[in-house]
């Protein structure tokens, strides 16, 4: 009797070892393809759906005259999203209004184009008026305007550093600060802020960009534990790595106004599936978002539960970048080339 239940419990054992395997076996392979952290992965594919969150909402893009804003108006008017389109080139945006009508049911007066400097910040009470004339409220804000960064500290004047801060840090402040009372008012609404990989890990050739997005984070992470007598009020932060867009053709470089030399051939995330992700998080609740392909998803992972190993990959790849950088390759592809040697 003894024996046959012996024999009974190395059997479970053994069943339950090799179903642990299995799992992480799984785990394994959908990390190697994963795109997104396993939250948002977890929302794609088993939360609500953007078409059926986002219908009729109210959304204030800003940066939507390029890139992921771009895109972003695009996927919101096919989820019947009603959009304020905000840049500093207008006729951009009246092409992204253009072709926003012709690819979904929306019509004229769905889609208002509100040129705005997010560096002028003396304006963003007035248009923040506007948008609330115009559509009595704003459900949803995307603090997404930002420019990058391209050049080594020691030969970036800082007047860089400062113009990356007043962009995509006190521009974006600015924003939120005029936004935020209405939907406390209201009691309800998301302010979505498109921070950067570069908001959570170390950033060769990016200082004071990355140091503008740490801003950003600290700044949303801090705001969100203010904000707990409104639980219908979503903070939410997005952290992309390399997405395609025209980021690296308008990045800051050592001197204000000195366009990048070239601009790189670093793989990419299609802007397509970086939007998607981002409107099943905000559409989920998701507070902070990891968007990116691998290699670099793993690098997000390791800095946040592994950060001695992660500063001396940091290390490595840090050198690497900035020998190749200084050997006048492209800023792009030098992140994943060896080194010029000659
Ligand atoms: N693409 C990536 O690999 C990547 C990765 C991580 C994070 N991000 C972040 O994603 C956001 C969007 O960038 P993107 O990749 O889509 O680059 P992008 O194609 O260069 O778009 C940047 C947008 O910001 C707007 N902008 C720049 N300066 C502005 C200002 N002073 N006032 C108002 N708007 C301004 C630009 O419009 P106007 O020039 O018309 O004003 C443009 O619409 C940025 O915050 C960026 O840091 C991008």
Request: glycine share 8%.
């Amino acid at each position: 009797m003894c024996v046959v239940l012996q024999g009974m419990e190395s059997c479970t054992v053994s069943a339950l070892s090799c179903f642990i395997a299995f799992c992480l076996l799984v785990c394994l392979i959908g990390f190697i393809f994963a795109d997104a952290d396993f939250t948002l992965l977890w929302a794609s594919l088993t939360g609500q759906r953007p078409e059926r969150k986002l219908k009729g909402l109210v959304v204030w893009i800003t940066g939507a005259s390029s890139g992921i804003g771009e895109e972003l108006a695009y996927q919101l008017a096919k989820c019947g999203s009603r959009l304020i389109l905000s840049a500093r080139r207008e006729d951009e945006l009246h092409r992204v209004k253009r072709h926003c009508l012709e690819t979904s049911e929306l019509k004229d007066e769905d889609i208002l184009v509100l040129p705005l400097d997010l560096l002028e910040r003396r304006s963003h009470e007035t248009k923040t008026k506007t948008v609330i004339g115009y559509f009595g409220h704003i459900d949803i804000l995307i603090n997404n305007g930002g420019r990058s960064q391209r050049s080594l500290f020691l030969e970036t004047s800082v007047d860089v550093c400062q113009a990356l801060m007043e962009l995509n840090f006190f521009g974006t402040v600015s924003l939120t600060k005029q936004v935020l009372p209405h939907m406390t008012q209201r009691g309800r609404g998301s302010i979505v802020t498109v921070s950067s990989l570069f908001g959570l890990t170390a950033a060769p050739l990016a200082t004071g960009a990355s140091a503008s997005k740490h801003a950003l984070q600290g700044f949303f992470n801090s705001l969100r534990t203010e904000l707990t007598d409104y639980p219908k009020i979503l903070i939410s932060t997005v952290c992309p790595g390399p997405v395609q867009s025209q980021i690296a053709k308008n990045a800051f470089t050592a001197e204000i106004n000195k366009p990048p030399p070239t601009v790189g051939h670093l793989k990419r995330m299609p802007t397509d599936r970086c939007v998607r992700l981002m409107l099943v998080g905000i559409s989920n609740g998701v507070k902070e978002m990891w968007i990116s392909q691998q290699p670099m998803l793993l690098l997000y992972y390791t800095w946040q539960y592994a950060p001695t190993f992660a500063w001396s990959v940091s290390d490595r790849l840090g050198r690497k970048w900035v020998q190749n950088f200084k050997a006048g390759r492209d800023a792009d592809s030098a992140n994943l080339t060896k080194p010029k040697t000659s």
